[in-house]
C-alpha cells in the first residue's frame, strides 16, 4: 500500500481538480482530503456519508462570574489576548493552555473540550472517501488532517487497498506538515507564474526536509511558456521529476461546474494529459 | 480615545477562503491606487506580495517564539511542567536506576504560553527565543511595506502572524493580504481588521469556500464584501448566493488572457491597465460606504 498525496504550496493551482482525476484513473484506493478548512473534493466525488464522528481537540477557558473577582490575574498570564475587558473569553483566540485556570486565586476558570470539527468516512462510486469539516474558527487542523489521514490508512489495510490518495493543502504550515509526514511520494501542481514558482520551491523545501521524494506538473503551462521553463530549469537543478504539463483548457471549468473529474466530463487535452500523469506519478 | 479612533485609518483586510482566488491580485492593487498606505503581507507561509510589489527592503528582522530551557540544577525532577503542559511539549523523565532525571522540551509542539516557566516551583525554567522565521520591512512608492516569511519545516505560523501585525501603523490606511483558508492563520490575521475583502470565483469550489469565509468573518463580527474574480467564467451560483444572503459583491474582475500573463511575470493589473485604478478607488469608496455604517472609516 501506497499513500500519495496532492500539494501545491500556492493555493488554487489545481490540486484538486488532478486528484479528483485520480480518483476516477486509480483502482483499489481510499481518497482523503486533507484540506480540512477549505475542503472541495466532495464536489467532485460526491460522498454518500456513511460515518460521522465529531473531532474533539483542544480546550477553551470558561470564567465562572460567580466566582470571578475580577482581580487581573488571568489577563496579565494570558499571551493570546484571549481575555477580554468584561472577563469573557475570546474563544478564537484561546489556545487552550490553561495557564489562567491555573493561576486564579479564586478558581473561577475551568477549561472545557472543543469540538473543533467532524470527520467522515463515506461512499462514493470511486470508493470510500475520508474527509472532514474544521469549525468555523477552529484551530487544530494539523490534528485533524492526522486523524482522518490514519482512518484512511487503517481502511486501506483492512481491505488491502493499494492506494491512498490525498488531497493537500495550501501553504507549508502545520496541516501541510501532518499531510506530508510518511507519504511515500509527494506530487506538486504549481502553475507558470513567479507566484507558482517561488511557493513550488517553498513547498519542495518543505518535503525534502520531511525526506518525502517529490514530482511536480505545472498546470495551465501555455499561459507563460517561458516561466514554465524557469519551473522546469529549477527542478532539474533540485532533481525533481517534470511529469506533465496541462495545457489551459476551458473544459476544466466546464467540468468543475458539472461536478465532473475532468477526466470523465469530456474528451479534453487536459484530461488527456493528466492520464499520463497518473500513470508516471503511480509508479 | 474617542479622538484617537478618529484620526485612525482603515484596516482592510484580503482573505478567501479558497486559494488562487485573486487574493494578493486586489490587495497590491489596492494599495497601488491608493494614497498613505500601509501593506502587510501575513500569508507568511507563501508571502507573494513582494512579487508584484517589489519593495526596497530596508529592515530585517527575526522573528521568534519562547521556548523553555531548563537549568538542570535547579531542577529537583518534581515534573510540574509536564503536567501543565496543554500541549504535550516537555516532558519530566524521573530519576532512574541512580541517575538523576531529565527534561525534554519539544520545540515544534511549544506554543509558548508560559505555563511551565511561571508554575516551576523551582524557577528552573527560563524561556529562550527560537527563530521561526523573519520580518522584513521595506518601502515601494511611498507604499510602507511588512511581511513575514516563516522558516520551511516550522509548523505554526500564527506567532509570526502576530509579530508582522505588531507594525500596523493606524495613521495609514492599512491593508493586509490573508493566507487561504478558514482555520487559525486567517484568524489570526483577519481579527481586528475594520473591513474584510472576500476575494471568490464564480466556480463551485469558490462558492463552497466563499460561504466557509463568510461564516468565519460573521463568527469574528467584521464587516465584509465580496470581490468576484474571473468574474465571466463558471457560473452565477456565486451571485446568487450574495444576493441571497444580502451580501455586497463590490468588484468583478473579468478574466482576461493579458491579466493573467501579466500576473505570470510579476505586473500588477494597474500598471497594465490605468482604468484599473480608478475602479480600485471606487472598491475603497465601496468599503468605506460599508464600513460607514458601522462607524470605522473616515
Redesign the interface.
Given at each position: 500500500m501506497k499513500q500519495i498525496l496532492v500539494i501545491?504550496?500556492?493555493?488554487?493551482?489545481g490540486k484538486?481538480v488532478v486528484t479528483g482525476s485520480f480518483a476516477a484513473l486509480a483502482r483499489n484506493k481510499v481518497m482523503v482530503d486533507c484540506?480540512?478548512?477549505?475542503?472541495?473534493l466532495h464536489?467532485l466525488l460526491h460522498p454518500v456519508v456513511k460515518e460521522h464522528h465529531e473531532f474533539r481537540s483542544g480546550?477553551s477557558a470558561v470564567i465562572d462570574h460567580l466566582l470571578c473577582k475580577k482581580c487581573g490575574k488571568c489577563v496579565s498570564?494570558c499571551?493570546?489576548g484571549a481575555i477580554k475587558a468584561d472577563y469573557t473569553i475570546e474563544h478564537?483566540?484561546c489556545?487552550?493552555?490553561?495557564?489562567c485556570s491555573?493561576?486564579c486565586p479564586e478558581h473561577a476558570i475551568h477549561m472545557e473540550e472543543n469540538i473543533a470539527g467532524e470527520w467522515f468516512v463515506s461512499d462514493t462510486q470511486y470508493g470510500p472517501f475520508v474527509h472532514a469539516k474544521?469549525g468555523?474558527?477552529?484551530?487544530n487542523?494539523?490534528k485533524l488532517v492526522a486523524k482522518i489521514r490514519q482512518v484512511a490508512k487503517e481502511l486501506a489495510e483492512q481491505q488491502a487497498l493499494d492506494y491512498v490518495i490525498i488531497d493537500g493543502?495550501?501553504?507549508?504550515?502545520?496541516?501541510?506538515?501532518a499531510s506530508l509526514s510518511g507519504v511515500d511520494c509527494a506530487l506538486i501542481v504549481t502553475?507558470?507564474?513567479?507566484?507558482?514558482l517561488?511557493?513550488a520551491k517553498?513547498v519542495i523545501?518543505?518535503a525534502e526536509?520531511?525526506h518525502i521524494p517529490v514530482k511536480l506538473v505545472v498546470n495551465k503551462y501555455d499561459?507563460?511558456v517561458a516561466?514554465t521553463g524557469k519551473i522546469e530549469e529549477f527542478c532539474s537543478t533540485r532533481n525533481v521529476p517534470v511529469i506533465g504539463k496541462i495545457i489551459f483548457d476551458?473544459t476544466v471549468?466546464q467540468a468543475?461546474?458539472a461536478?465532473k473529474t475532468i477526466v470523465e466530463h469530456a474528451e479534453c487535452a487536459a484530461g488527456d494529459e493528466v492520464r499520463k500523469i497518473w500513470e508516471a506519478f503511480r509508479n | 480615545m474617542l479622538l484617537e479612533k478618529k484620526v485612525s485609518f482603515m484596516i482592510i483586510s484580503v482573505a478567501?477562503?479558497?486559494?488562487?482566488?485573486g487574493k494578493?491580485t486586489v490587495a497590491v492593487n489596492l494599495a497601488l491606487s491608493l494614497e498613505n498606505v500601509q501593506f502587510l503581507d501575513c500569508?507568511v507561509?507563501?508571502p507573494?506580495a513582494q512579487?508584484f510589489l517589489k519593495p526596497s527592503i530596508l529592515d530585517q528582522k527575526k522573528a521568534g517564539v519562547l521556548i523553555p530551557k531548563v537549568d538542570p540544577t535547579k531542577c529537583n525532577d518534581c515534573g510540574r511542567c509536564q503536567d501543565?503542559c496543554?500541549?504535550h511539549a516537555i516532558a519530566a523523565l524521573p530519576p532512574y536506576d541512580g541517575k538523576k532525571g531529565k527534561v525534554l522540551v519539544f520545540p515544534h509542539l511549544c506554543?509558548?504560553?508560559?505555563?511551565c516557566s511561571?508554575?516551576c516551583p523551582q524557577k528552573a525554567i527560563e524561556e529562550v527565543e527560537k527563530d521561526i522565521g523573519i520580518i522584513e520591512i521595506g518601502e515601494i512608492q511611498g507604499i510602507h511595506f511588512v511581511h513575514g516569511r516563516?522558516n520551511?519545516?516550522?509548523?505554526?505560523?500564527p506567532p509570526l502572524i502576530r509579530q508582522v501585525k505588531t507594525y500596523i501603523n493606524r495613521a495609514r490606511t492599512v491593508i493586509i493580504d490573508a493566507?487561504?483558508?478558514?482555520?487559525?492563520?486567517?484568524?489570526t490575521t483577519v481579527?481586528g481588521s475594520d473591513f474584510c475583502l472576500l476575494v471568490t470565483e464564480p466556480?463551485?469550489?469558490g462558492l463552497?469556500?466563499l460561504i466557509?469565509a463568510v461564516?468565519?468573518l460573521r463568527?469574528?463580527q467584521i464587516p465584509f464584501g465580496v470581490v468576484i474574480n474571473r468574474a465571466d467564467?463558471?457560473?452565477d451560483k456565486v451571485e446568487a448566493y450574495c444576493e441571497n444572503a444580502k451580501i455586497s459583491v463590490l468588484m468583478r474582475i473579468p478574466f482576461s488572457?493579458e491579466i493573467?500573463?501579466s500576473?505570470?511575470?510579476?505586473i500588477p493589473i494597474v500598471s497594465l491597465d490605468h482604468s484599473y485604478r480608478e475602479k480600485f478607488i471606487n472598491l475603497y469608496r465601496e468599503i468605506c460606504r460599508i464600513a460607514n455604517e458601522t462607524n470605522t472609516c473616515h
Open positions: 501545491s504550496g500556492k493555493g488554487g493551482t484538486t484540506d480540512v478548512d477549505a475542503a472541495d464536489l480546550q498570564v499571551r493570546y478564537f483566540s489556545e487552550g493552555c490553561g495557564l491555573r493561576v474544521l468555523i474558527a477552529q484551530e487542523s494539523g493543502p495550501p501553504g507549508i504550515g502545520c496541516p501541510v506538515i502553475e507558470p507564474t513567479l507566484s507558482g517561488h511557493d517553498r523545501d518543505v526536509h520531511f499561459l507563460n516561466m476551458k471549468v468543475l461546474v461536478g | 478567501s477562503g479558497k486559494g488562487g482566488t494578493t500569508d507561509e507563501e507573494n512579487i501543565v496543554a500541549f506554543h509558548g504560553c508560559g505555563a511561571l508554575l516563516l520551511v519545516g516550522e509548523a505554526m505560523s493566507p487561504p483558508g478558514t482555520s487559525c492563520p486567517v484568524i481579527k466556480t463551485p469550489f463552497n469556500d466557509l461564516e468565519v463568527k469574528l467564467i463558471g457560473d488572457k493573467a500573463v500576473y505570470s511575470n510579476g
